[in-house]
């Protein structure tokens, strides 16, 4: 059975940087559109970034132009290079594959 693993999470001040990774075992990952949630604490998932399987990327406007998607076909891995980071980005981070179960997310905190 696929898995999504969600990494590289952390707390970070205001205005930092992190890089969140969302790995499979197998290649399903280059094959479908992947997308980003984020659930606040309290909140529901809410859609951050999506990468389509054609290589189109979407983004919601509260992250556009801070946050990029990518993908990475050699290490099958779907990226999520954050910048500028705010407090209201904290939260839960998960990514998704249609037809694939949630992973346990990574969890991103922004504080000072």
């Known amino acids: 059975q696929v898995q999504l693993v969600e990494s590289g999470g952390g707390l970070v001040q205001p205005g930092g940087s992190l890089r969140l990774s969302c790995a499979t075992s197998?290649?399903?990952?280059?094959?479908?559109?992947v997308a980003w949630f984020r659930q606040a604490p309290g909140s529901q998932r809410t859609n951050v970034a999506a990468?389509?399987?054609?290589?189109?990327?979407n983004y919601a406007s509260s992250v556009r132009g801070r946050f990029k998607i990518s993908r990475d076909r050699s290490r099958n891995t779907v990226d999520l290079e954050m910048k500028n980071l705010r407090p209201e980005d904290t939260g839960v981070y998960y990514c998704?594959?249609?037809?694939?179960?949630w992973g346990q997310g990574t969890q991103v905190t922004v504080s000072s």
């Open positions: 998704k594959i249609v037809g694939v179960d």
């Open positions: 197998t290649d399903i990952i280059n094959q479908n559109t």
């Open positions: 990468i389509l399987s054609g290589g189109s990327t």
